[in-house]
């Protein structure tokens, strides 16, 4: 019994872990819809706003305004950096030139190669004038074939966790949005996760991040978010250099599964004193049983010979001794030969 419900037991875990790992899978190519989307349409608002900026600087304010209404949450801040690395434009009306960001690594990208027209997503910035972690997407500015500046576009993180609220995986998920330089974007979870967004995870030679290895898959092990046992959905964009993550935890997804062991084990525990106490049971009525046949056989031995014997010679009775005679002829008609007694008279 013990035997067949451990096998049936590991064959339901293993049906509940495949069907676990599935719908991670599944909510991995739903969040990196979800990204792909965003960057798609951060993409192209950057380069509506360029064409402004460098074409018509007269009415650049009022597009941007209009954007942002259109838009809402999901834009913090549009900026121009000067080609000087210097703030030239904030829409959240900063004064322009004191504020030095040539030390930002969006600025830096563009600036070390000013002619090479692509978007760039930095890590996640905290803002100096709108004092909220965001992720910079930009593009440079390039004006009759030369460098003039950068033009960025910062989506808060929060943006992106928002996903987070329209799945459900379970008190101990989590979904994450973390760079191939293994620096997290985003990261939504019900528990606080302890996570800082300007420093590198530790690689711990996992998948995610060695491009050798497959750009989508499923990993068992501890998670480098929480150091818990979980099973981790991930598919790696190479092209925008993001790698999008869902989280499972053992504790949610066998809890029922845990459940059901519990009741299973305990009740086979139930079954198995049961019997335990039923096989007592029959042993003590079997060796009462024995006992009493034994003093049954030692009673009847005593009265066959009592029966038998003469207490006092010794010798047979006589019913013994002619069955004795009679089984004695009887040996001797089948195996042949001559049967011999003697009669003694002892009276007188």
Known sequence: M????????????????????????????????????????????????????????????????????????????VSVISKNGNLAYSSLNSVPGVIDLSSREHFRVHSENPLDDKLFISKPVLGRISGIWSIQFTRPLIVLGKFSGVIVVSVPTAFFSEFYSKINIGNNGLIALVGLDRVPRAVASKKYVDVRMDKSLPDRDLPYFDISKPAEGLYRGVSFFDGSESLTAYRRQENSGLIVMVKLSPADYLAAYYKQENILYGSALVVSLFLLAFSCLIYFVALQHLKSTKELKHAYGLLQERVNIDSLTGALSRGCFLEKLDKAFGELLITGGKLSFILIDIDY
């Open 2 to 77: 013990w035997g067949a419900l451990h096998v049936w037991l590991n064959q339901e875990r293993t049906l509940i872990e495949r069907a676990a790992g599935n719908d991670a899978i599944n909510l991995a190519i739903a969040f990196e819809v979800h990204v792909q989307s965003v960057v798609r349409f951060v993409d192209v608002l950057i380069q509506d706003l360029r064409e402004h900026v460098v074409q018509d600087q007269g009415d650049f304010q009022d597009v941007v305004k209009e954007e942002l209404e259109r838009y809402g949450d999901m834009v913090a801040q």
